[in-house]
């Protein structure tokens, strides 16, 4: 069990005892930034420049995918291999390793937006007597996520929520990756989209096949024929599919893509959301479901019902898209201000 304190806890802590913080120069400030590729990487990257107070030095670690390959360019980065969720043993493994990381690049702080991945790193940073942090995903609306959860046994690490509602005495709230987004009339006319780009992520163990189709099929009631469509689906069936298909699709391909885009279809990750409001769209939103095996769980309905409730999305479930909910994106586009500084817990507080 992920729960469980991992049996290389012993060894890790052995190691440290007697030069525990050995060479770190207290009045610099480094911090081990540690998250999944994919939306929690995504959501890190954000928050790194907004952190307080600042660091002299980040570094990055994540699982080598292209996306975060595409994303860190030009970052500090270490790759290392992915603990996927509920893995206990996957986790054990990677605690000794993540111990040795961080007494080699001497650093004084670890923050970690998840997922499975802050379990090891989370730990070895306590038992390294060194400042570890928690921020909870923006997928997590109403309560902690696993990873959460287990974290939070861990002895004083700072813990921190997107929002506000179900922030307490444990959970505090800084702020949120989505602050400073606002939507618009986009005083467009009602037309066929004539660019349009479907991003359904990277989960190849879960094909989105039921998405692939209804988005083909209400396509198919716009009546438009000359529509330029970038499909990138991962492992799901791509049969006679308009436009081009791809699997994945390089960060920096899909942000000119979708900038380039009339309307943009994707499942509801965090890491699509951002990207999709950045460009200043309204995203179409299809979520995935864990009854029909399209993810472990159901966080990605309750980040579009967020996004849809401060008028940010529009959201169908794949069987139910209809042309009614294209209309609906088309008609308001998004702006973006500034966001506050997220400052994180020193000290005793």
Known sequence: MMGEA???TRIAAQCLRDDRNEGIAMARRKALLVAESGGHLDQLVRIAPRLRPQFDSLIFVTSETDQSRSLLAGHDVRFVPRVPPRAGRSAARALFPAVRLMRGERVTDVISTGSAVAVPFLLGARLSGLEAHYIESAARTDGPSLTGRIVRRFPR???YTQYSRWADEVWSYRGSVFDGFTARPSGREQAPPRRVVVTLGTLNQYPFDRAVQAVRRVLEQLGETNVDVLWQIGMAQAEALPGEVCSTVSAERLRVAIAQADLVIAHAGTGSALQILDAGRVPLFLP????KGEHVDD????IADEL???????TADPDDLRPEHVWEALSRRVERGSAAEFTLKTGES
């Open 288 to 291: 995935r479901s864990s009854a």
């Open 157 to 159: 690490v700072r813990l």
């Open 299 to 302: 966080h990605q309905l309750l």
């Open 308 to 314: 849809s409730a401060r008028g940010l999305a529009v």
């Open 6 to 8: 991992p049996s290389s």
